[in-house]
Every structure is written in C-alpha cells, then in structure tokens.
C-alpha cells in the first residue's frame, strides 16, 4: 500500500503564490509517476502537472503552464508544486496521485492508483 499526504494550502490574494508538497510513504518503489489533480466547487477533478519519478520529466496543462512548476525529491519521496501569479480560478481543492505503470505522463484521474486527502487553496481577487 501507498499512502500520500498532501499539505501547503491555503488563502492567498491574486498575483501571490503558494508551495504544495506530497509525500509518499509505503511501498514506493516502482512509482513511475505523481501528478497533481484539482476540483473546483461544481466542477470534474481535473489534472494539473505530472512528473516522471526516474528523471524528472514534466508535463502542465495549458492554463498552468509558465506558473506552475511540478518537482520531486527522490530521497524524501516527495511532490512538489510550485504555484505562482495564482488566479481567482485556480482555487480548488488540489490532489495529488500516484501512478505504478508504464507511461508515466497520464491526464485522467481512473489511470492514478493511489491519491492524497487534498488540499485546500483559495485565491481571492
């Protein structure tokens, strides 16, 4: 079993920024991949950023990418996100997730096999 535990949430004006951070715990060997997922009040979890675990390969979706910045630490098993200039819409509750198989770079939440607790952030105007 795996377990993530996310933290680094919180309120924060437009134009500010925040640090998520995930660590892994368990059976972590063999973990291809971690992303980061959020849902925004009404809306479907959505993916955000993953990376590659071997070597650090990253991949954003548009509405982040030049903000955001996915990152991992090998040696404390942990997932970072690095989140600046936030906008009103990126306040959702963010996940993140584990994937143990090939291919690493996935978008849809059913292809994660393990996910934190969420966080909370809130970007006021």
């Known amino acids: 079993q795996v377990r993530l535990v996310g933290s680094g949430g919180g309120l924060v004006q437009a134009g500010g920024s925040l640090r998520l951070s995930c660590t892994a715990s368990?059976?972590?060997?063999?973990?291809?991949?971690m992303a980061w997922f959020r849902q925004a009040p009404g809306k479907e979890r959505e993916f955000v950023a993953a990376?590659?675990?071997?070597?650090?390969?990253?991949g954003y979706t548009d509405s982040v990418k030049g903000r955001f910045t996915i990152s991992r630490d090998n040696a404390e098993n942990t997932v970072y996100l690095q989140m600046n200039s936030l906008k009103p819409e990126d306040t959702a509750v963010y996940y993140c997730?584990?994937?143990?198989?090939?291919?690493?770079?996935?978008?849809?939440?059913?292809?994660?096999?393990?996910w934190g607790q969420g966080t909370q952030v809130t970007v006021s105007s």
């Open positions: 997730a584990a994937r143990y198989a090939r291919s690493w770079y996935r978008t849809l939440e059913s292809e994660y096999d393990y």
């Open positions: 990376i590659r675990w071997s070597d650090g390969s990253t």
């Open positions: 368990g059976r972590t060997s063999g973990n291809y991949g």
